[in-house]
């Protein structure tokens, strides 16, 4: 199947950015309840979900030429979101070699891999890359291998180190990140890193999530969903960057609530690295307008009530104090308080129009 | 939810002494065996008439083209096992399932330099060790112990590495470790493989001339191998009782007798197969209850936790 990429929507300055009727019913909605808490809410990655985005080991879809180049442009300005200590090059050519496999099965349209032994082809269509290169040979490769592939894929990924009975943030391309800092993290161990996360500690949330990850096999990846909101469609939510989006926090008005408002989700996903034994954690980052949500009618429903009842910690953890009480009023119109049935799929396959929307909310 | 498994041809067999024997397989199907790392076993599956033996063995290497997948067997004495069944039964064009390649006994990937003790056939995953080291240039050193009448054999499997800092000793002691635990720089990792006696005398000497444990590694298989005791899981509300088999956890033996049962991670730390105990003594694996609730024999955590009694009701 083709996929019809669109290449000129931006993540920026006019933020053209928007999802098509099919992205939004393939979103990954997050909360299968209409509470929110804190849990080690791990299950195979195995094909098949909710949505078609949990169809394949790594999911490609319309934004994806977009969002390479939007990539793109965050390294230029700014070349420390991708770091990869130097006794992690097994586990760039892991990546290397699982990124472009797993691509050019699940989309022999857009990508073709092909290997004589060492001597391996890569082509990418849709971003126009066509390089032949040993594997094992970074020289061969016109940038490192981490680097190389994580160009060419949407989301955000880093590389874990285990040692003493431990994990450690020792690599990333990290681009299109909810407010952390790649430069600032590498380095450190599981709790370091999962250091400013309240309330999750105290129920030992981590402890037994990293139990888990250790034992973590080859070819049995896992998957979890995260969220937080963003104002605009902006991928690069950077403490680096800060200046430039915080402030958009305080320009959310009851009127622009539902276009401006996105609810932001990560298909994080973990691998077990089988030459170099780090585990790969990819953290795709999915973007949606709550205005679009509200389509899906069950969506709208368990978002306001999700919104409404957050635990204030998380409420402000999150950043969403400045426009959680709009976004709340916004969704109510749609919420009559029907139960709800328990998980995530939409449960219809076509939208409403936006315009019937408003005028309803 | 079953382990993958993959269907491996051998393509050779070559005996290397009259109890050691070399086994290359190749993917049954044609294409790419999956890549592996130094350090990594695999697991065979051994169907020996109505027996099956799951051996794990060291892969001696982990080549970049995934052409292979190669173990050394030893041929255990008196053995009823898989050693004996590899051994005698096993040739060339046999089919043999396998499970992924998984690793227990992984390289240190920080560390400056690596000395490593090997007893016997506890050399295999070494060789693709030192391969690594030499292909990164990483400093080594082994120390190999072994019978006299065995000598040639592994000096001629460490052949390719002669030149590097190899070191084979026949005399039935451990002395010749001392010097090198005694005076390896800052940043060494040590890695034993071998029978238990050597590598606890090894570990036991490193530890007494103070080096630090998080720098001190052994191979295991322990890990390896799930499964545990036979029992019955009774379903309460069901009215239905499950055997479950050395080999299968209880969750996936209730699934295969067509009850839904609540899971999530497959794991033991999600908490969501959490199952009420109304008799029997679970034995806990999990990462999720407390030593109150592990204590008070409550709850199972279905998933990844067995019984240790031959019945175990639950409120399912």
Not at chain 1, 332 to 353: C, E, M, N
Not at chain 2, 98 to 110: D, I
Request: charged share 20%; hydrophobic share 40%.
């Amino acid at each position: 199947m083709n996929i019809p990429f669109k290449p000129n929507e931006t993540f920026r300055d006019d933020y053209s950015y928007a999802n098509s009727d099919a992205a939004v019913l393939r979103f990954p909605f997050p909360f299968p309840d209409d509470n929110y808490m804190y849990s080690v809410n791990i299950e195979p990655h195995v094909p098949g979900g909710p949505t078609p985005a949990f169809d394949n080991p790594f999911d490609v879809d319309e934004h994806y030429v977009a969002e390479c180049r939007e990539r793109a442009k965050v390294l230029e300005q700014d070349p420390s979101r991708c770091k990869v200590l130097p006794h992690m090059m097994a586990a760039e050519w892991d990546t290397l070699e699982l990124i472009m496999e797993s691509f050019a099965t699940s989309y022999p349209e857009h990508f073709t891999l092909t290997r004589e032994g060492i001597n391996w082809t890569w082509e990418n269509r849709p971003l126009g890359i066509r390089d032949s290169f040993t594997f094992g040979d970074a020289s061969t490769l016109p940038l490192p291998p981490f680097e190389y592939i994580t160009r060419q894929a949407q989301g955000d990924f880093t590389l874990q180190d285990q040692r003493e009975d431990n994990l450690f943030i020792d690599g990333g391309m990290v681009t299109t990140q909810a407010d952390w800092s790649m430069d600032f993290n590498v380095g450190m161990t599981f709790h370091q890193w999962h250091g400013p996360v309240p309330l999750a500690h105290e129920k030992g949330v981590f402890d037994r999530a990293l139990k888990f990850l250790l034992r973590l096999q080859y070819g049995a990846p896992v998957r979890r969903l995260n969220w937080t909101m963003t104002v605009n469609p902006r991928l690069d939510t950077s403490p680096e960057n800060y200046p430039q989006w915080g402030p958009d926090r305080t320009t959310v008005t009851p009127e622009n609530v539902g276009r401006k408002l996105h609810l932001r989700v990560e298909l994080q996903s973990l691998f077990r690295l089988p030459r170099s034994n780090a585990i790969l954690f990819g953290i795709r980052c999915y973007l949606c307008s709550i205005e679009d949500l509200a389509r899906v009618e069950i969506w709208g429903k368990r978002l306001h009530r999700v919104l409404r009842d957050l635990n204030p910690d998380i409420a402000d953890y999150k950043g969403t104090t400045r426009y959680r009480e709009m976004a709340v009023a916004y969704l109510a119109p749609f919420d009559d308080g029907a139960a709800l049935p328990t998980g995530t799929a939409p449960r219809q396959s076509t939208l409403p129009p936006r315009s019937t929307l408003t005028s309803r909310g | 939810m079953m382990a993958q498994t993959i269907a491996l041809r051998v393509a050779a067999v070559t005996p290397l002494s009259p109890t050691l024997k070399a086994f290359t397989f190749v993917p049954a199907a044609g294409g790419l065996v999956p890549p592996s790392g130094p350090g990594a076993h695999l697991r065979l599956f051994l169907r020996d008439g109505a027996k099956l033996h799951k051996n794990a063995y060291s892969l001696i290497a982990n080549p970049a083209d995934r052409s292979h997948l190669s173990i050394i067997v030893r041929r255990v004495a008196a053995s009823k096992g898989g050693s004996a069944f590899l051994h005698e039964q096993v040739g060339e064009g046999d089919v043999i399932e396998a499970g992924l390649p998984a690793n227990l006994f992984p390289v240190t990937r920080t560390a400056r330099r690596h000395l490593m003790v090997s007893g016997g056939i506890g050399v295999t995953p070494f060789l693709a060790y030192i391969a690594a080291f030499a292909a990164e240039g990483t400093p080594w050193q082994l120390h190999h112990f072994c019978r006299p009448d065995e000598r040639e054999v592994f000096a001629a499997l460490l052949a390719p590495y002669a030149g590097g800092s190899l070191h084979i000793h026949c005399d039935g002691t451990l002395d010749g470790l001392d010097a090198a635990l005694r005076r390896q720089p800052l940043g060494t990792h040590l890695y034993t493989c071998g029978p238990e006696s050597l590598m606890g005398a090894v570990l036991g000497q490193a530890q007494a001339l103070g080096w630090p444990k998080v720098r001190l590694h052994s191979e295991s298989f322990g890990g390896a191998v799930a499964g545990g005791e036979p029992f019955i899981a009774v379903l309460k509300r069901s009215g239905i009782e499950v055997a479950v088999d050395a080999e299968t956890g209880l969750l996936d033996a209730i699934e295969a007798a067509g009850v839904e049962a609540p899971c999530l991670c497959r794991g033991g730390a999600c908490g969501q197969c959490l199952i009420e105990v109304a008799d029997g003594v679970p034995e806990h694996r999990d990462h999720f209850l407390d030593a109150e609730e592990r204590a008070s024999n409550r709850f199972i955590m279905t998933c990844v936790s067995r019984s240790r009694t031959p019945r175990l009701v639950l409120d399912l």
